[in-house]
């Protein structure tokens, strides 16, 4: 048994589905659960039928409402579906859930997180009926598993917790009568339900998550994540064009990828395959044929290796806060004093660095900004700079390997840079620098670092571009 997830990408039109449902169909032997996203783009839709609907702009919203609708009876007239009647009732009732999500927001007066997370899991509803409607024509028995029935959480909207335990059971006596009898499953990604029954979602991203939750909770040795590139990359190819194609990653590095800004992955999806030492494979659904990056406990480095930089990710839309007082100096109590702060408002610190009477830390989230920012003021004298961004190098073994900071920094001379970062991990050294410089910092980095010679067995020779 494997878990196989689908993201919006590679469910975009009607032809990329029946690829999907190619793919599913040769790993039938392996006997796969499918974990699927929305239509691509349709997410984005129910976020901004959200905002309008909030908003009161009944004419707006109902306009985009029926294209949502559109796109999705467009998809099922090409894919020769909709004369199933089974699909066709159920595609009805996926009409219904929207309208009565939207309804319920206009009723409120307002968007709370509740209704909003009630909207955006329609979409994919669709995907994960559509898929089997699409694979009983190919002669494929499959069936949807409603994720909102298998996963259970808490009710923190729009970033639940899973439940792990109690929605084994459920995934356990569900998922695998099905596979026995020869059935493929398919769950939504992203969406699970509290004990109230409500539904929730874990978080934009969350359906990498998905798949490895429920790959734990089935116990599964491997996961594959379908995309639109061909595996974990050692740079954005939107900024390297000459970016290449790992092979091997261990948890950790791709961990340290996922959280500081590589698309590829949902930070939150290894740890459920650490803690049940899966592995999970990155591939290419418009490239099905080529093996992508296995990420896994251990990745294989040759000792000569050992040491080099082997992506480099970044993160966008950061803000660093500085904050200065000389209370600090030989004082104890002060940081907890500061971080109960950003506790109390729930938003995260990324990177922190440190002096006698002067902190600086960086934050994604400004959501909380405005009352954050006089609560340090009390104790501290602040300052804010936005339009900052994080550069992450990753690779096993940095921490050990002499120089590296100096290189770095050496080929950087002509940058601001705001913090630096290195200690807390064996293979992460990561600094903060203007957004604006990225287009020009990132390719000399990778120009540097990946035209020495590489570990064949580890990073492909050949660059390597989106589909």
């Not at 032809?15 to 691509?40: L, M």
């Not at 004419?59 to 559109?70: G, K, N, P, Y």
């Not at 729009?158 to 695998?176: C, H, M, N, Q, Y």
């Not at 120089?403 to 050496?410: C, M």
Request: hydrophobic letters at 45%; aromatic letters at 6%; one cysteine or more.
């Amino acid at each position: 048994m494997m878990v196989m997830k689908f993201g919006g990408t590679s469910l975009g039109t009607a032809e990329a589905i029946r690829r999907v449902c190619r793919i599913i169909q040769s790993r039938t032997p392996q006997q796969p659960v499918v974990v699927a996203s929305a239509v691509g783009g349709i997410t984005n839709k129910l976020v901004q039928l959200a905002k309008l609907a909030g908003a009161g702009e009944k004419e707006q919203a109902a306009a985009l409402l029926d294209e949502i609708v559109a796109q999705h009876e467009r998809i099922v007239a090409e894919l020769f579906i909709n004369d199933d009647l089974t699909y066709s009732a159920v595609f009805h009732v996926g009409i219904e859930m929207l309208h009565t999500a939207t309804n319920d927001i206009f009723a409120n007066g307002e968007v709370n997180d509740e209704l909003y997370d009630a909207l955006i899991s329609v979409g994919e509803f669709f995907t994960a009926n559509m898929l089997p409607a699409v694979l009983n024509k190919m002669g494929i028995s499959s069936v949807m598993a409603d994720a909102r029935k298998l996963l259970l959480t808490d009710a923190s909207f729009g970033a639940a917790r899973p439940l792990f335990d109690e929605s084994k059971e459920r995934v356990i006596a569900t998922i695998l009568p099905l596979v026995d009898q020869g059935v493929v499953p398919v769950l939504q990604g992203f969406i699970g339900s509290d004990r109230q029954g409500r539904t929730t979602t874990l978080g934009r991203g969350g359906s990498d998550y998905s798949a490895t939750l429920f790959g734990a909770m089935l116990g599964v040795s491997t996961v594959e994540i379908w995309s639109d590139v061909d595996g974990v990359l050692t740079a954005d190819p939107s900024l390297v064009k000459e970016a290449r194609r790992i092979r091997y990653m261990s948890f950790h590095e791709a961990a340290e990828l996922a959280y500081f800004g590589a698309k590829v992955l949902h930070p939150a999806t290894l740890a459920p395959a650490v803690e049940h030492h899966m592995t999970v494979v990155v591939l290419n659904s418009m490239n099905p044929d080529f093996d992508g990056t296995a990420i896994s406990s251990t990745s294989p480095v040759d000792p000569l290796h050992e040491g080099r930089v082997k992506s480099i990710a970044y993160k966008e839309n950061l803000t660093v806060i500085t904050v200065t007082s000389s209370r600090m100096l030989m004082a104890y109590g002060f940081m907890a004093q500061l971080f109960a702060v950003f506790d109390e408002y729930q938003t995260a610190v990324d990177l922190v660095s440190t002096s006698e009477v002067t902190l600086s830390l960086t934050i994604d989230n400004t959501k909380n900004l405005s009352a954050i920012i006089p609560r340090l003021e009390k104790f501290a004298q602040v300052r804010v700079e936005e339009k900052k961004a994080i550069v992450c190098l990753v690779g096993e073994g940095l921490k050990r390997t002499k120089g590296i900071p100096g290189r770095i920094f050496g080929l950087l001379q002509d940058t601001h840079i705001y913090l630096i970062s290195q200690g807390a991990s064996e293979i992460n050294l990561s600094f903060v620098i203007d957004e604006k410089d990225l287009p020009r910092v990132i390719p000399r980095l990778h120009r540097y670092f990946f035209s020495q010679e590489l570990d064949r067995h580890v990073v492909t020779a050949d660059a390597v571009r989106p589909s």
